[in-house]
């Protein structure tokens, strides 16, 4: 069965963006870039992937991606209407209207979404892009999480999961560190 892995940076108090969406704060080093572009290229938007000159190398974890309207709606400033190409691209959103066939918008549940997307009998992982309102409504579904820890406070922002009280525990399998200070830990469901 495919699983849902939530692949997400995070800065030391718990923000994944700043409060407009902001990114940009986060120390990126030369041998954590190159570490993600071998390891997870597909989770480089398609302009970015066409920049660093991975244009055309495949998908390694994941062929789907799952995300929110407010990780979706940056793309627009690009400006783009399906910002992973290469990925099959769900956006949740109730309001949401875009005409694109690379990108489908769903206006239902989302656990209904994630647990079709799982019972698929091939493919790579999903990509839960984001935010977090979504990462916590599908906290149920999450069975993996792959955490880029950066060494920087942002003081406000997006939290990793904004939602209801709702802990759960999560089992630390691998940590990698970078000469930018970050750490990308993987974390199984327990």
């Known amino acids: ?70 990780t979706y709606e940056p793309a627009l400033d690009v400006p783009t209407t399906s910002p992973y190409a290469h990925l099959r691209q769900y956006v949740l959103s109730s309001t949401l209207r875009i005409d694109d066939p690379t990108v489908t918008v769903e206006t239902g549940d989302a656990i209904e979404l994630v647990r079709r997307l799982k019972a698929e009998d091939t493919g790579l992982d999903i990509y839960l892009c984001g935010g977090g309102k979504l990462a916590a409504a599908l906290l149920p579904e999450i069975d993996e999480i792959i955490l880029k820890g950066y060494p920087v406070v942002a003081g406000a922002g997006i939290p990793m999961f904004s939602g209801e009280f709702r802990p759960t525990l999560f089992t630390p399998t691998r940590r990698e560190s970078f000469g930018n200070g970050a750490q990308v830990t993987w974390l199984t469901r327990a």
């Open 1 to 70: 069965m495919r699983k849902l892995v939530y692949y997400i940076a995070v800065s030391l108090d718990g923000y994944i963006a700043g409060p407009n969406a902001e990114f940009d704060f986060y120390p990126l080093s030369d041998d954590m870039a190159a570490w993600i572009n071998a390891r997870y290229p597909e989770t480089l938007p398609t302009h970015v992937r066409r920049l660093v000159g991975l244009d055309g190398v495949p998908n390694k974890a994941f062929d789907t991606l799952v995300m929110g309207r407010g």
